[in-house]
């Protein structure tokens, strides 16, 4: 049964991999998303295994998942869009400080300080930080993106 199992959905992924590839590349513009989604989709492939066996066209519930899972990410992303540092605080190169914390405005809170440092100066990545703080990843990134909208209210009304 296991055998089985494997065999199908080895060859099920060996046949719809590169179809499904180029359209997450296309709906993603990210080659790295795009094997995110497609690996996310196998995923749910195993884990409905026997929903998948009597679908009367495999490939095509493939296909609507995986744009599913892409539809699903583009709304994550537009309710909550991630705010590179870069454009929060603007430094000319002649200018620069000697770390972000100095760059920071005092007015943000301690907790947002941290996160911030710990993600753009330490450089840690979302899960390091979630388990530092003992959340999820998700509540993490929503963190980090609230902490950077804050600092740049911040700096924009101070102007």
């Known amino acids: 049964m296991v055998q089985q199992r494997d065999a199908f959905l080895s060859g099920l992924f060996d046949q719809e991999y590169p179809k499904l590839i180029r359209?997450?590349?296309?709906l993603t513009g990210s080659m790295e998303m795009a094997q995110d989604?497609?690996?996310?989709?196998?995923?749910?492939?195993?884990?409905?295994?026997?929903e998948l066996t009597a679908h009367p066209k495999?490939?095509?519930?493939?296909?609507?998942?995986?744009?599913?899972?892409?539809?699903?990410?583009?709304?994550?992303?537009?309710?909550?869009p991630e705010i590179p540092l870069e454009s929060v605080i603007n430094v000319s190169k002649e200018d620069q400080p000697r770390s972000l914390e100095e760059l920071?405005?005092?007015q943000l809170s301690a907790s947002d300080r941290e996160i911030l440092i710990w993600r753009y100066a330490l450089q840690l990545d979302y899960p390091d930080i979630a388990?530092?703080?003992g959340i999820s990843e998700k509540a993490c990134r929503m963190r980090v993106s609230r902490s950077l909208k804050r600092c740049k209210e911040i700096l924009e009304s101070s102007q």
Request: aromatic content about 14%; overall charge positive; glycine content about 4%.
């Open 23 to 26: 359209l997450a590349y296309r």
């Open 37 to 50: 989604l497609v690996q996310e989709t196998f995923l749910l492939a195993v884990v409905r295994y026997e």
């Open 58 to 80: 495999v490939g095509g519930w493939l296909t609507v998942t995986m744009y599913n899972l892409a539809r699903n990410e583009r709304r994550r992303y537009e309710r909550h």
């Open 104 to 106: 920071l405005p005092y």
């Open 131 to 133: 388990s530092r703080l």
